[in-house]
T-cell receptor
C-alpha cells in the first residue's frame, strides 16, 4: 500500500544550523509529495510541494527534491531559526480521491 | 478567499457522553472534505472524507461517525465517547484541480476523562 516514513524526532538544533528531515515513501503510480508544518497549537499549513520526479519545492528557505529513484523527499534548510520550531509532516497524495497520506511527523526544536 | 472554521476549539467531555465537532468552509463550492485525528505524539490519521453532500467514506473502523448535511459543512460525531477518542481533530478541504493541496482548520482539542 501507500505509506510515508519520516525520521523520528524530536530533532534539536542550534540557531543557524543545517537541517535535514528524511522522508521516504511507498506508492503505486506517481504521487504528488508535500511537506506540511504545524506550529504549536495550530492546524497544519502547506510548506512546499512537488508533483513529479526531479521537481524541487521551496518556500521560506526550505527545500525538498522529489527523488523517484530513491523514493525520497527530504526536507532541508541551510540555516534554521528559533521560529522554525514546529512539527513537520511529509505526505503523499494518491492519484484518486485527493486523500493525503501523512508520515508520523518530526518535531523540530531550535534553540537560540 | 476561502476560509475554513472548526469549533469548538477545546472540549473536555466525560466517557460515555456524545460528541459533535463542526467544520464549515467558505468561499468555495463542492470541496472535498476530510476529518483527521492527531493523537498525542503520533501522526495524522485520516478518519473520514467526503466528495459531496451525504457521501461519507470511512477510513478506519471506530467509535466515530461523520455527516455532510450541506455542501460546505462537515460534522464529526459520537454517541458515546471513549478515553481513546482523546486527541486533536483537524478538518480540511481541497479542490482536486490544484493537485490536492489540503487546507486545514485550526483544530479541535478533545480530552475525554
Amino acid at each position: 500500500g501507500n505509506s510515508v516514513t519520516q525520521m523520528e524526532g524530536p530533532v534539536t538544533l542550534s540557531e543557524e544550523a543545517f537541517l535535514t528531515i528524511n522522508c521516504t515513501y511507498t506508492a503505486t503510480g506517481y504521487p504528488s509529495l508535500f511537506w506540511y508544518v504545524q506550529y504549536p497549537g495550530e492546524g497544519l499549513q502547506l510548506l512546499l510541494k512537488a508533483t513529479k520526479a526531479d521537481d524541487k519545492g521551496s518556500n521560506k528557505g526550505f527545500e525538498a527534491t522529489y527523488r523517484k529513484e530513491t523514493t525520497s523527499f527530504h526536507l532541508e534548510k541551510g540555516s534554521v531559526q528559533v521560529s522554525d520550531s514546529a512539527v513537520y509532516f511529509c505526505a503523499l497524495r494518491r492519484n484518486q480521491g485527493g486523500k493525503l497520506i501523512f508520515g508520523q511527523g518530526t518535531e523540530l526544536s531550535v534553540k537560540p | 478567499s476561502q476560509t475554513i472554521h472548526q469549533w469548538p476549539a477545546t472540549l473536555v467531555q466525560p466517557v460515555g457522553s456524545p460528541l459533535s465537532l463542526e467544520c464549515t468552509v467558505e468561499g468555495t463550492s463542492n470541496p472535498n472534505l476530510y476529518w483527521y485525528r492527531q493523537a498525542a505524539g503520533r501522526g495524522l490519521q485520516l478518519l473520514f472524507y467526503s466528495v459531496g453532500i451525504g457521501q461519507i467514506s470511512s477510513e478506519v473502523p471506530q467509535n466515530l461517525s461523520a455527516s455532510r448535511p450541506q455542501d460546505r459543512q462537515f460534522i464529526l460525531s459520537s454517541k458515546k465517547l471513549l478515553l481513546s477518542d482523546s486527541g486533536f481533530y483537524l478538518c480540511a478541504w481541497c479542490r482536486l484541480e490544484n493537485t490536492g493541496e489540503l487546507f486545514f482548520g485550526e483544530g479541535s482539542r478533545l480530552t475525554v476523562l
